[in-house]
């Protein structure tokens, strides 16, 4: 069955860095289209970035400029780099899979348990 593991979530000072991780597992069709999402307490779950088959990518534009999307085929891992932290990324953070590159998380046909992203 298709597993997602994330990691590198943490707290940090605003101004700094962190990357997250999502190592994806027993996805078999292709290479799968995935998103980073994320969820603030309280708020609904919102788009982050993007990145297709062909590893094309799109971002929010509160982290354009900011935050990169990439990905590690060999590892089966694709990372969402975070640069410039301010206190209203503070939100769990999620990564998905599926067959479409969306900004809709009902596009998505798995996900993973979150990571927690604090910035003070």
């Known amino acids: 069955h298709v597993q997602l593991v994330e990691s590198g979530g943490g707290s940090v000072q605003a101004g700094g860095s962190l990357t997250l991780s999502c190592v994806v597992s027993g996805y078999t069709y292709s290479t799968p289209c995935m998103g980073w999402f994320r969820q603030p307490a309280g708020k609904e779950r919102e788009a982050v970035a993007v990145?297709?088959?062909?590893?094309?990518?799109g971002y929010a534009d509160s982290v354009k400029g900011r935050f990169i999307i990439s990905r590690d085929s060999a590892k089966n891992t694709v990372y969402l780099q975070m640069n410039s932290l301010k206190p209203e990324d503070s939100a769990m953070y999620y990564c998905?899979?599926?067959?479409?590159?969306?900004?809709?998380?009902?596009?998505?046909?798995?996900w993973g348990q979150g990571t927690q992203v604090t910035v003070s």
């Open positions: 990145i297709d088959g062909e590893d094309s990518t």
């Open positions: 998905a899979a599926g067959a479409e590159a969306s900004v809709r998380p009902g596009r998505y046909d798995y």
